[in-house]
């Protein structure tokens, strides 16, 4: 099953390939309806998965190179469960909001978003590591020549600088993959890419500090986390409106699902060591962010600032090392592929009839647009967190998570005074976040309709409705009924906490042996 759902659009894209140019309006046909098969598919996972148990299901496992210890290894569990079905929901919308809008190279288009679909659903369902690599390896082709070939006027800069930034980070981690099958080797005399197997290597202090590193900056510049993020304005900007859809709705998820997946399990004694440095760098993020999307003259980039803060925020609930958390972190994956999809979507409507993005351009657009206006208000409230949507149920599980982790646990600082300032800081993003929206938003919607092109503009049609009317359903469904997501993930979850508990009761351990001895000391100076 897991099989179908991740090579169902591979098919799809073969059928592409051999379709005639006369034949090449019916290309939008075969990728929408093998999209919206996969979906299906997908939903058989979702029937199929029991939620009591935490480890992975569904598993199929094929030996694929076994003189170098590789397997075609597949599986899901809640954590990668909802991923999968994210990019199988996105991926429908995609095509259905480009049916009127690409007008050139209509059957490369849709055959490269169906080659993508199965590197995204393949990373997120391979166990197997080497075979994560190469599903890895396989979304970055793709998404570079459909950023280079439909893109903007700077697509050539843009598709360059995101291959180069994600093939470095690449590189460095399939150097840490290879070195896991070397200890695996050393230890237990064979090779091995097994995640599972893997987990229960002994590696060395030193050494888990050097492969995490590695597997952190290249899931560090896919998230992107400050100050590995200046691929992602130009990237945004430049790709088409259903590029910036599945890479801010998808690709960027990889990132954070690789710190949760690969990261902090394989080395949880580099994860925290680590976990300061980190939530540093994901605050810096969050407030960054924030700041530099409220300056933007451009709506896309403004939508493209916003991702850099609101993934901070993912990263900060993971590196709180608990369950509400990491837990929260994984929901907000699913939110911001949510909310930002669908606010890259309706810039993507007003290019289409103004081609500008610039909010200055615009102005009045309630009175032209009263529908548009308010989806994108309600999709612009999930955003910001409002409460009763889905941005506010991960944004709290997160600030919950990490204000036990910062303040009563002491994960990023020794210094109740630093902590204090971490968590204020976090919050601040939330405060600017919504300050940065609702005044693009005042901008854009209200105010006098002055500029004559505006007044000519179209309301949404009833196949661009159709395209959102999913979305604005999942994010009221998902902030009203949180529990059959977060049930569903929770055993999971639990697993990778599970990992990191030991680790935090040792250093505890030592924290409370190093206060003792500093207090008799103490006592024996004040003595003397």
């Known amino acids: 099953m897991v099989s179908a759902v991740t090579f169902t659009p591979l098919l799809g894209a073969l059928v592409l390939l051999f379709l005639k ?9 075969i990728a929408f309806g093998t999209s919206l098969l996969t979906f299906v598919l997908s939903i058989g996972l979702l029937c199929s998965f029991d939620s009591t148990i935490g480890s992975f299901q569904l598993v199929e496992r094929v030996p694929w190179i076994p003189d170098f210890g590789i397997d075609y290894h597949v599986g899901i569990d809640g954590i990668s469960l909802f991923l999968v079905l994210l990019t199988t929901f996105l991926m429908p919308l995609i095509f259905l909001s480009a ?29 197997d590591l080497f075979l994560f690599y190469v599903f890895w390896e396989v979304m970055l082709i793709p998404m570079y020549f459909l950023i280079g070939v439909w893109g903007g006027a700077r697509r050539i800069y843009a598709a360059i600088k995101f291959l180069i930034y994600t093939m470095v980070g690449s590189l460095l981690m399939l150097v840490a993959i290879l070195y896991l099958a070397y200890l ?8 091995s890419f097994n995640l599972l197997q893997l987990y229960d290597l002994q590696i060395p202090a030193q050494a888990q500090l050097w492969m995490f590193a590695a597997f952190v900056l290249s899931f560090a510049i896919k998230v992107p986390l400050f100050p590995f993020h200046t691929w992602l304005p130009d990237a945004h900007v430049e790709a088409p409106t259903g590029g910036s859809v599945i890479l801010a709705g998808v690709m960027l998820k990889m990132g954070t699902y ?25 605050v810096v993020g969050i407030f960054y962010g924030a700041l530099v999307a409220m300056v933007q003259p451009d709506l896309k980039k403004l939508v493209a600032y916003s991702s850099v803060s609101h993934m901070g925020f993912v990263v900060l609930g993971l590196f709180a090392f608990n369950m509400q958390g990491t837990q929260g972190a994984v929901f907000q994956m699913l939110n911001h592929g949510i909310s930002t999809g669908a606010l890259f979507l309706l810039v993507g409507v007003v ?59 002491g994960v990023a600082s020794a210094s109740s005074f630093s902590s204090t300032i971490y968590m204020l800081s976090a919050i601040s993003g939330v405060v600017l976040g919504a300050v940065y929206m609702l005044w693009m938003y005042q901008r854009v919607m209200f105010g006098p309709l002055e500029n004559e092109e505006n007044k000519k503009l179209a309301d949404l049609s009833c196949r661009e409705v159709l395209v959102f009317a999913p979305l604005l359903v999942l994010m009221v469904l998902m902030g009203l ?20 508990a030991p680790v935090h009761k040792a250093y505890q351990a030592k924290t409370q042996e190093r206060t003792e001895k500093h207090a008799v000391v103490a006592r024996t100076e004040h003595t003397h």
Do not use: C
């Not at 049916?99 to 391979?126: Q, S």
């Not at 710190?259 to 994901?282: E, M, N």
């Not at 500008?356 to 955003?383: C, D, H, N």
């Open 481 to 500: 009924f949180p529990n059959p997501f977060l049930s569903r993930m929770e055993k999971s979850v639990d697993v990778v906490v599970a990992r990191m």
């Open 99 to 127: 049916w009127g809008d690409v007008h050139k190279h209509i059957k490369e288009y849709m055959l490269l978003f169906l080659v993508l679909e199965t590197g995204m659903i393949g990373a997120f369902v391979a166990i």
């Open 351 to 409: 290019y289409e009839r103004r081609h500008t993005r610039l909010i200055s351009e615009y102005g009045g657009l309630w009175k032209q647009m009263p529908i548009y206006a308010t989806i994108f208000l309600v999709t612009m409230f999930s955003s910001i967190g409002l409460p009763g949507l889905n941005g506010f149920v991960g944004e709290f599980l997160i600030l919950m998570g990490a204000f036990k982790a910062i303040i009563f646990d």
């Open 258 to 282: 690789g710190l949760i997946r690969f990261a902090i399990p394989l080395f949880p004694d580099a994860a925290y060591f680590a976990a300061p440095v980190l939530i540093i760098l994901s």
């Open 184 to 191: 695996h080797n050393t230890a237990t005399g064979s090779v």
């Open 21 to 29: 140019k006369e034949h090449e309006k019916g290309a939008r046909w």
